[in-house]
């Protein structure tokens, strides 16, 4: 549990909960946008095979009364106006018709239905052009494909399909709903109408009643169930928003709705999102073209699949106690070690853009006897850096032009080590606010505030915070330019 800022005791407060993959995480917002208290939870994953990686439900849902127990506490239940929730995309959370869960979730760095990407490809003519975006495993459509061919039982007692955040919202709520934003993930929306699409339905084996409705993300869907009301304190009726997808409700949480307006996430996975003011699909890419989080608006986003998560790799691996020290050791070392340190593939499990290659995997090129962990842990966030480089690459060139600055989201965003590292490697000025690590659970905040009716103006006005600017250093530059280009010569030549 933390407090940020001292609050009004008669402010408004807005609940944002946000379900990421490590950690379940909730914020209250005051009405001037910020955050006055915290809590959150941690969550475990589960890789009961290889490329396979699944969470419990249940496990969330509990999470989240834990959180909201604490969270609610001492009377801000009370002052709580509307609910909004965040979530890791692409996750298939299969329900019957009791609505219990049938088996674990399967998450977005599940790679296990390649073979599934094929058979959507093959079933549908132009299937891509139809859908905007590659079809990946990591998506939920070849998921329950694959469900279909390895589960037939389990499969035959799907009644509805969720995405995660979406099942929280059924247990708050008692209502099925889902948004346009992180419904894009899931290649069954037509992207371009925000709306199911009949022929990607049944071309993934699905019927229109097995998915919930689509809504914007910031509409109401449905109100806080009245037992939970009393549990927590807070006023009965309170409407509960349809709720964005993580990246997109990070970008509501920043601000990062205008065109060229972004973030760069160093998550579990690492993501650059950049705002859009109309749908661009280039599937050739990798690309993500998906629904923002406000009516008439969409993004462009990259996605590789280990980010932070290659960090924590590497900390275990080195034997070192925390990630806090490895990163001391990697920034102890000189430029003349770092221009000679190994380089980094991070592909620990497969890679979205821009490769879309489930099988891809990791390496170190060039270790060498003189090579310490210092020296590994500067190759991987370095390589993360240079692959977070790679999706930027991928965007229009007309939308990079535009721009300006973008934030630094996530946990990895705590290293300033790393978040120059990153400004030097994408040659992108990075701003870093104060609530960096808690972005998506302030964009669901945001987003429970436009459910319960606040204006858009007034919901997206940034508070006075602490900030700093990472400027891209011009000294190095063409080394690092040099050792990217390195970089990219690997994957073709090991794949």
């Known amino acids: 549990m933390s407090s940020s800022h001292p609050s009004d005791p008669a402010a408004e407060l807005f609940l944002g909960i946000d379900l990421g993959t490590s950690e379940l995480k909730t914020v209250l917002l005051d009405d001037?946008?910020?955050?006055?208290?915290?809590?959150?939870?941690?969550?475990?994953?589960?890789?009961?095979?290889?490329?396979?990686?699944?969470?419990?439900?249940?496990?969330?849902?509990?999470?989240?009364?834990?959180?909201?127990?604490?969270?609610?506490?001492?009377?801000?239940?009370?002052?709580?106006?509307?609910?909004?929730?965040?979530?890791?995309?692409?996750?298939?959370?299969?329900?019957?018709?009791?609505?219990?869960?049938?088996?674990?979730?399967?998450?977005?760095?599940?790679?296990?239905?390649?073979?599934?990407?094929?058979?959507?490809?093959?079933?549908?003519?132009?299937?891509?052009?139809?859908?905007?975006?590659?079809?990946?495993?990591?998506?939920?459509?070849?998921?329950?494909?694959?469900?279909?061919?390895?589960?037939?039982?389990?499969?035959?007692?799907?009644?509805?399909?969720?995405?995660?955040?979406?099942?929280?919202?059924?247990?708050?709520?008692?209502?099925?709903?889902?948004?346009?934003?992180?419904?894009?993930?899931?290649?069954?929306?037509?992207?371009?109408?925000?709306?199911?699409?009949?022929?990607?339905?049944?071309?993934?084996?699905?019927?229109?009643?097995?998915?919930?409705?689509?809504?914007?993300?910031?509409?109401?869907?449905?109100?806080?169930?009245?037992?939970?009301?009393?549990?927590?304190?807070?006023?009965?009726?309170?409407?509960?928003?349809?709720?964005?997808?993580?990246?997109?409700?990070?970008a509501v949480g920043t601000g990062a709705i205008a065109p060229g307006e972004g973030f760069v996430s160093l998550g579990t996975s690492g993501v650059v999102f950049v705002a859009a003011d109309r749908y661009q699909p280039d599937p050739a890419s990798a690309l993500h073209s998906f629904c923002h989080a406000l009516p008439g608006t969409w993004h462009q986003m990259?996605?590789?699949?280990?980010?932070?998560?290659?960090?924590?790799?590497?900390?275990?691996?080195?034997?070192q106690p925390d990630e806090a020290h490895a990163l001391a050791g990697a920034a102890s070392l000189g430029p003349a070690q770092r221009a000679a340190a190994p380089l980094f593939l991070p592909y620990l499990g497969g890679e979205r853009t821009p490769h879309n290659d489930a099988l891809a995997r990791a390496m170190f090129h060039g270790l060498g006897h003189e090579h310490d962990a210092s020296a590994l842990v500067w190759s991987v966030i370095e390589g993360v850096a240079f692959g977070l480089r790679d999706g930027l690459s991928c965007m229009p060139e007309a939308l990079r032009a535009r721009i300006g600055v973008l934030d630094l989201v996530g946990g990895g965003a705590r290293s300033e080590l790393w978040a120059q590292l990153l400004a030097d490697v994408l040659e992108v000025p990075l701003r870093l606010r104060s609530d960096a690590a808690g972005g998506a659970a302030v964009g669901a905040a945001r987003l429970g505030a436009l459910a319960a009716g606040r204006p858009l103006e007034q919901v997206l006005r940034a508070p006075a915070s602490a900030e700093r600017v990472f400027e891209p250093a011009t000294e190095g530059r063409q080394a690092l330019r040099e050792r990217h280009a390195r970089f990219r010569e690997l994957y073709p030549a090991c794949r």
């Open 32 to 250: 001037q946008g910020r955050v006055v208290r915290s809590a959150s939870a941690p969550l475990a994953l589960r890789h009961p095979r290889p490329g396979w990686s699944e969470q419990d439900p249940r496990d969330w849902w509990q999470a989240c009364t834990d959180c909201l127990d604490r969270l609610c506490a001492e009377g801000f239940g009370a002052r709580v106006r509307g609910i909004g929730l965040s979530g890791q995309m692409h996750g298939a959370v299969l329900l019957d018709r009791a609505r219990e869960v049938i088996r674990p979730a399967i998450l977005w760095n599940d790679t296990r239905s390649a073979a599934q990407c094929r058979t959507l490809r093959e079933s549908l003519d132009g299937f891509e052009g139809i859908a905007g975006n590659l079809a990946m495993p990591g998506f939920t459509a070849p998921k329950l494909l694959w469900l279909r061919e390895q589960a037939p039982r389990e499969f035959e007692r799907v009644d509805l399909v969720m995405l995660p955040k979406d099942y929280l919202r059924l247990h708050l709520s008692g209502e099925a709903a889902t948004d346009a934003s992180d419904a894009s993930g899931t290649l069954w929306l037509d992207i371009a109408r925000r709306d199911w699409s009949s022929a990607l339905l049944q071309a993934g084996g699905m019927r229109r009643e097995q998915v919930p409705p689509v809504l914007e993300a910031c509409a109401p869907a449905g109100a806080l169930r009245r037992e939970l009301a009393e549990r927590w304190s807070i006023p009965p009726g309170t409407p509960i928003a349809a709720g964005a997808g993580d990246n997109a409700a990070a």
């Open 302 to 319: 990259s996605v590789m699949l280990s980010a932070a998560e290659c960090l924590r790799w590497v900390t275990r691996l080195c034997g």
